[in-house]
Nanobody, 127 residues
Framework: QVQLEESGGGLVQAGGSLRLSCAASGRTFGSYAMGWFRQAPGKEREIVAAISWSGGITYYTDSVKGRFTISRDGAKNTVSLQMNSLKPEDTAVYYC????????????????????WGQGTQVTVSS
C-alpha cells in the first residue's frame, strides 16, 4: 500500500511557474513508477507526465513538452512536477499516481494502470 499526498498548487498568472510535490509513504517507493495527471472542469482526466522506477525514463504529453519537468527523489520519497510558462489551459486539479513497476525503465500512460492516487491539488492559471 502506498499513500500519496500532493502539495504546491495555487493561483498563478499566465507565464508564471509552480512546483508540485508528491510525498509517498508506505511500501518501498523505489519500486513504483509515478505519474502526474490532471482534470479540468468538464473534461476527462489526462496524463501530464510520467517517470520510471529508475527515474531515467520520462514522458510528457505534447501540450506540456518544454515547459514541465517531472523528477523523483528516492531518498525523500517524493516526485515533483516543475511547471513553467503556465497557460490558462493548464488550469486543472493535478493528481499524483503510483504503479508497481515491472521493470526499472517502464513508464505508464493510462489512468487504469495506476493503483494509487493522491487527493489532488488545484492549479489555476489566470490570463
Amino acid at each position: 500500500q502506498v499513500q500519496l499526498e500532493e502539495s504546491g498548487g495555487g493561483l498563478v498568472q499566465a507565464g508564471g511557474s509552480l512546483r508540485l510535490s508528491c510525498a509517498a509513504s508506505g511500501r518501498t517507493f523505489g519500486s513504483y513508477a509515478m505519474g502526474w495527471f490532471r482534470q479540468a472542469p468538464g473534461k476527462e482526466r489526462e496524463i501530464v507526465a510520467a517517470i520510471s522506477w529508475s527515474g531515467g525514463i520520462t514522458y510528457y504529453t505534447d501540450s506540456v513538452k518544454g515547459r514541465f519537468t517531472i523528477s523523483r527523489d528516492g531518498a525523500k520519497n517524493t516526485v515533483s512536477l516543475q511547471m513553467n510558462s503556465l497557460k490558462p489551459e493548464d488550469t486543472a486539479v493535478y493528481y499524483c499516481s503510483a504503479k508497481g513497476a515491472l521493470t526499472t525503465g517502464a513508464v505508464y500512460l493510462r489512468e487504469y494502470e495506476y493503483a494509487y492516487w493522491g487527493q489532488g491539488t488545484q492549479v489555476t492559471v489566470s490570463s
